[in-house]
């Protein structure tokens, strides 16, 4: 059974710092690549980043570049996100959705989310002003 697991949302105050996870297990994590989405009340879901698990490649969406900042650990099939520098309008819920590393460098521009096979259940993370 493949899964996704969010951890690490939170309450936090603007300016500061919170650390996601994505705990992945049922597929061969080494050929997929992590991408992150949020997606707020009555908006779209946002594409963040996204971490290849094949060849490292990363990719940040212009709101949170050099904020965010995108991890892999392919030895306990974790990719992290440490969140930096967070803004009320960072308030959403988070997910982590994988998708089969189907060519070189797929996160140098973060793949869109139809690109995805599989997505986790979210994480909600509020940023008070």
């Known amino acids: 059974e493949v899964q996704l697991v969010e951890s690490g949302g939170g309450l936090v105050q603007a300016g500061g710092s919170l650390r996601l996870s994505c705990a992945a297990s049922?597929?061969?994590?080494?050929?997929?690549?992590i991408g992150w989405f949020r997606q707020a009340p009555g908006k779209e879901r946002e594409r963040l980043s996204c971490?290849?698990?094949?060849?490292?490649?990363?990719g940040y969406a212009d709101s949170v570049k050099g904020r965010f900042t995108i991890s892999s650990d392919n030895a306990k099939n974790t990719v992290t996100l440490q969140m930096n520098g967070l803004k009320p309008e960072d308030t959403a819920v988070y997910y982590c959705?994988?998708?089969?590393?189907?060519?070189?460098?797929?996160?140098?521009?973060?793949?869109?989310?139809?690109?995805?096979?599989?997505w986790g259940q979210g994480t909600q993370v509020t940023v008070s002003s």
């Open positions: 959705a994988a998708g089969w590393a189907q060519y070189p460098s797929i996160c140098r521009v973060v793949p869109q989310k139809g690109q995805y096979d599989y």
């Open positions: 049922g597929f061969t994590f080494d050929d997929y690549a």
């Open positions: 971490i290849s698990s094949t060849d490292g490649s990363t």
